[in-house]
């Protein structure tokens, strides 16, 4: 009989879990079965907390299941690339939280791997999988605004605990791994690809990593995009695109798309202002269906490694520009 509904299970108890866990269980064509934790007391209270059936210590020993079909993997940053892999060879397809790597030899590793198990594996950027992306993604691809010039996004939250792993520089830790990325990738998915050229400039905290970070992009035919990302500043997100026939401003790209400050807003040539109705849907239910499609009906999963591996590239070339005080060449991070 053909498989109908996938069997997950979570390695890690990170609080990003709390928003991925409703997905997974209001999707018909999946069920939570089990998470994994170091110690076996912590797996079995977040088990309880969450409902979930099984809980094992070690994330070995889930991976060693036979009653785990895919994992979603939530462990710290430096942890993503080698967790995956360790998944794909216990052979579990893998939803692996962004970023995804840290370097692009890391994202070949796992390209390599998962060409030799056949297996599905995805980053997880929720955002991309929301009808409002696609929605903008088709306004901009359809001409609606004309020819795109430029983009400007934000992501800015406060971290105040020098203890958190988002401050960890050896984890992977600062602002434009962690929140960085999404304006980043956003601009990638409008813009078809990822820039020429690169110009980062970043402020380090007390732990060493950028808790500021400004971005510059530059792609072919002279179009820009640029973002700023912080841990210094209050919540603030947006995201604006300019073309030559108007111009959208997104209050919500990334977080927060189902709350009343969300608008998305397209200004003509006049400047006359529409609000452009977007449809509603959990924030987090679009990778997990997106998953589903690919494992079941073998569909493409929507964000492949490629654009992946683009994602990486750039933040390596940004890291390398601040340090070096110079515009980066993607072909330098890409071919180098």
Same mark, same amino acid.
């Given at each position: 009989?053909?498989?109908?509904?996938?069997?997950?299970?979570?390695?890690?108890?990170?609080?990003?879990?709390?928003?991925?866990?409703?997905?997974?269980?209001?999707?018909?064509?999946?069920?939570?079965?089990?998470?994994?934790?170091?110690?076996?007391?912590?797996?079995?209270?977040?088990?309880?907390?969450?409902?979930?059936?099984?809980?094992?210590?070690?994330?070995?020993?889930?991976?060693?299941?036979?009653?785990?079909?895919?994992?979603?993997?939530?462990?710290?940053?430096?942890?993503?690339?080698?967790?995956?892999?360790? #998944?794909? &060879?216990?052979?579990?397809?893998?939803?692996? !939280?962004? +970023?995804? %790597?840290?370097?692009?030899?890391? =994202?070949?590793?796992?390209?390599?791997?998962?060409?030799?198990?056949?297996?599905?594996?995805?980053?997880?950027?929720?955002?991309?999988?929301?009808?409002?992306?696609?929605?903008?993604?088709?306004?901009?691809?359809?001409?609606?605004?004309?020819?795109?010039?430029?983009?400007?996004?934000?992501?800015?939250?406060?971290?105040?605990?020098?203890?958190?792993?988002?401050?960890?520089?050896?984890?992977?830790?600062?602002?434009?791994?962690?929140?960085?990325?999404?304006?980043?990738?956003?601009?990638?998915?409008?813009?078809?690809? #990822?820039? &020429?050229?690169?110009?980062?400039?970043?402020? !380090?905290? +007390?732990? %060493?990593?950028?808790?500021?970070? =400004?971005?510059?992009?530059?792609?072919?035919?002279?179009?820009?995009?640029?973002?700023?990302?912080?841990?210094?500043?209050?919540?603030?997100?947006?995201?604006?695109?300019?073309?030559?026939?108007?111009?959208?401003?997104?209050?919500?790209?990334?977080?927060?798309?189902?709350?009343?400050?969300?608008?998305?807003?397209?200004?003509?040539?006049?400047?006359?202002?529409?609000?452009?109705?977007?449809?509603?849907?959990?924030?987090?239910?679009?990778?997990?269906?997106?998953?589903?499609?690919?494992?079941?009906?073998?569909?493409?999963?929507?964000?492949?490694?490629?654009?992946?591996?683009?994602?990486?590239?750039?933040?390596?070339?940004?890291?390398?520009?601040?340090?070096?005080?110079?515009?980066?060449?993607?072909?330098?991070?890409?071919?180098?």
């Amino acid at each position: 009989m053909e498989k109908q509904q996938i069997r997950w299970g979570i390695i890690s108890t990170a609080r990003i879990n709390r928003r991925v866990i409703p997905a997974i269980k209001m999707s018909p064509r999946g069920r939570l079965v089990a998470v994994a934790s170091r110690r076996q007391d912590t797996a079995e209270a977040y088990a309880q907390q969450w409902d979930i059936p099984q809980a094992f210590a070690g994330y070995e020993s889930m991976l060693a299941s036979d009653e785990i079909d895919a994992v979603y993997i939530s462990v710290p940053n430096h942890m993503h690339v080698p967790t995956t892999l360790m #998944a794909l &060879e216990g052979g579990k397809h893998v939803l692996c !939280e962004k +970023p995804f %790597g840290l370097t692009i030899q890391e =994202v070949d590793q796992v390209r390599e791997k998962q060409a030799e198990t056949a297996l599905v594996v995805a980053e997880a950027f929720m955002y991309r999988h929301h009808p409002q992306t696609k929605l903008v993604g088709e306004m901009v691809r359809s001409g609606r605004l004309g020819e795109i010039l430029s983009l400007r996004g934000t992501f800015n939250f406060k971290v105040s605990d020098l203890a958190n792993v988002r401050l960890v520089p050896q984890w992977g830790g600062g602002c434009l791994w962690d929140v960085g990325v999404y304006p980043l990738s956003f601009a990638q998915y409008l813009m078809g690809g #990822a820039p &020429e050229t690169v110009t980062g400039w970043q402020w !380090e905290g +007390p732990t %060493g990593v950028d808790e500021h970070f =400004v971005a510059h992009m530059t792609y072919e035919n002279g179009r820009v995009a640029q973002f700023t990302s912080s841990f210094s500043t209050p919540f603030h997100t947006e995201f604006e695109i300019m073309g030559t026939a108007g111009r959208l401003h997104m209050t919500r790209p990334f977080t927060g798309v189902d709350e009343p400050a969300q608008a998305v807003i397209l200004y003509d040539q006049d400047n006359r202002a529409e609000e452009i109705a977007v449809p509603d849907e959990y924030l987090y239910l679009g990778e997990v269906e997106d998953m589903h499609r690919a494992i079941l009906d073998g569909d493409p999963p929507y964000l492949t490694l490629s654009e992946t591996r683009n994602h990486i590239a750039t933040v390596q070339a940004l890291y390398r520009s601040a340090a070096e005080g110079r515009p980066v060449q993607l072909t330098e991070i890409i071919d180098g």
